[in-house]
């Protein structure tokens, strides 16, 4: 399959007046999508400062202008930074001023996040404030390599990068899934996924872009609406991330979940249980793969793939020990089932033949250097292999947390942490979710002052940088962290522990940032 570019899909659809994007009651062909995008694409033109990068920032829901920005972006040789709303003070301050934004289009509901922080004098301006004079789709010419978006991922330190995502980055795995899946004109594709996010827009809005589907967008994703969302809309297809099918298999079942026209669901890190008794529920097809912001590697999945299996690496991926860099072994599995030789068969996920779809990070050589190392591209991302070549998800080198479909660092909030007068020492890790993924959890140190939960919890809700899914599940208070001899925190040995281990344990209670005594038994 040739590379297309997002321009030259979205030039395609210039005269197609079938719906394109819907969203509450609203309906845009795509001719009308495409003429706005190109009005907004003229006003680019006239308001950027070409002699600089041309970075547009949006910290939107996933409305409407979201997509006709990206199509003006792509028509006036600009490039879209989508903003974490979940980010607060400082943090989202430094992912604006990194991605050198000229300005940020705020929803009016966001502006207040933005307000009294430092931008470096970069201008925030109504999300919709726009000409609405028409203008020639006349859009300036697009190769596969151009940059068309910046996507924040948090990275191994907490501090997130934002990874340049090119024309062909977005436009390629929207039209391999659009024809690998057969979606055509008569399709519509289910956008709840935040588009800040890269699993919205390359596995949900580009998917719908190529094949000439109509795209229903939600607003934010919601378990309970997505059922009544999927009959009002007709979806036929939909993408995730994470835990969203494990919250819709939780709301009550009812016997008609199976009268929908739902056909295929397609993302990545779902719970293998729960997808499986989605599958059965709405009388669907759900397939889970893998994914990144990044990309850089790849997978084949075909009907023999075993559950919870990411599919056989293609031809460019290996499993290398992280240490030597020596290919690993296949696995080798207990009369349990347990892996019997982790050791040696779990390593990183590798492509041998070079960066692949990864077109580097935005201003952070020495991430890019990091990840592109002896000609190859390191993910970070940990497997192994069985007998036959299929490949399974291990977990993730250095210090990460994988919560709810996104990375988090550990450092941040361990920053945060210690501005409490009590706290002297902290160490931020994960233990695993009861459904998939991590929960965060903190294990402190205080002066010897007495530290009451409630108290505690007041205190991280008053931090304007702790973003919600920073919010420690458990807490635990100990006389000091455990360390090597080179002073390193042993975290591997915290998060075995769990909640089980010596000290006093907090699990937050309720939608609220407070604390309770948790049950003494183990995560």
């Given at each position: 399959?040739s590379v297309p570019t997002v321009t030259e899909l979205l030039l395609a659809r210039a005269g197609d007046e079938r719906p394109g994007l819907r969203f ?315 892996l019997a030789n982790a050791g040696e068969a779990v390593g990183e996920l590798v492509n041998t033949s070079g960066a692949g779809w990864f077109a580097g ?163």
């Amino acid at each position: 399959m040739s590379v297309p570019t997002v321009t030259e899909l979205l030039l395609a659809r210039a005269g197609d007046e079938r719906p394109g994007l819907r969203f509450e009651d609203e309906t845009h062909t795509w001719a009308s999508h495409v003429r706005a995008s190109a009005c907004r694409a003229a006003d680019l033109r006239e308001t950027l400062d070409w002699a600089k990068p041309p970075h547009v920032g949006v910290l939107a829901d996933n409305v409407p202008e979201f997509s006709l920005l990206l199509g003006a972006c792509a028509f006036a040789g600009a490039v879209l930074v989508g903003l974490n709303p979940t980010r607060r003070g400082a943090a989202l301050a430094r992912d604006i001023r990194l991605a050198d934004c000229q300005f940020v289009l705020a929803e009016r509901k966001y502006q207040p996040l933005l307000a009294g922080l430092d931008l470096g004098g970069i201008e925030v301006r109504e999300l919709d404030s726009w000409s609405t004079a028409a203008a020639p789709i006349d859009p300036v010419p697009a190769s596969p390599d151009d940059l068309l978006m910046l996507i924040f991922t948090s990275g191994t330190s907490g501090d997130p990068k934002a990874v340049r995502c090119t024309h062909g980055k977005i436009a390629f795995p929207g039209a391999m899934l659009a024809e690998r899946f057969r979606l055509s004109a008569s399709d519509t594709v289910y956008v709840s996924m935040p588009m800040f996010h890269s699993n919205a827009i390359m596995a949900g809005w580009a998917v719908g872009l190529a094949a000439g589907a109509s795209i229903a967008l939600r607003r934010r994703f919601s378990a309970s609406g997505f059922l009544p969302d999927v009959r009002k809309f007709g979806v036929t297809y939909a993408n995730y991330v994470g835990k969203p099918l494990s919250y819709v298999v939780a709301t009550p079942p009812q016997p008609d979940d199976a009268d929908n026209p739902l056909r295929l669901v397609y993302g990545n890190e779902g719970a293998s249980a729960d997808l499986a008794a989605f599958e059965k529920r709405f009388g669907c097809k759900v397939i889970d793969a893998f994914g990144s912001t990044e990309g850089g590697v790849g997978f084949a999945r075909t009907d023999d793939t075993p559950p919870g299996s990411l599919g056989r690496p293609t031809a460019d991926v290996a499993i290398r020990h992280p240490h030597t860099g020596r290919p690993c072994p296949p696995a080798e599995f207990a009369p349990d089932g347990s892996l019997a030789n982790a050791g040696e068969a779990v390593g990183e996920l590798v492509n041998t033949s070079g960066a692949g779809w990864f077109a580097g990070y935005y201003r952070d050589p020495e991430a890019d250097a990091e990840r592109l190392r002896d000609g190859r591209f390191h993910t970070g991302d940990l497997a192994y292999a069985d007998a036959a070549g299929f490949c399974y998800f291990a977990g993730r080198l250095g210090d990460w947390l994988r919560v709810d479909g996104e990375n988090l660092g550990t450092a941040p909030i361990e920053r945060i942490l210690l501005r409490h007068p009590a706290i002297t020492d902290t160490a931020v890790y994960a233990v695993p979710d009861r459904v998939t993924g991590d929960q965060v959890m903190a294990a402190i140190v205080t002066d010897g002052s007495p530290l009451d939960p409630a108290e505690f919890g007041r205190f991280l809700a008053a931090q304007p940088d702790l973003g919600p899914k920073q919010v420690p599940r458990y807490v635990r208070t100990v006389g000091e962290l455990p360390r090597t001899s080179t002073f390193k925190v042993l975290k591997r040995r915290l998060s075995a522990e769990g909640v089980s281990g010596p000290g006093v344990v907090w699990e937050r209670v309720g939608p609220d940032i407070a604390y309770a005594a948790a049950a003494d038994t183990p995560v």
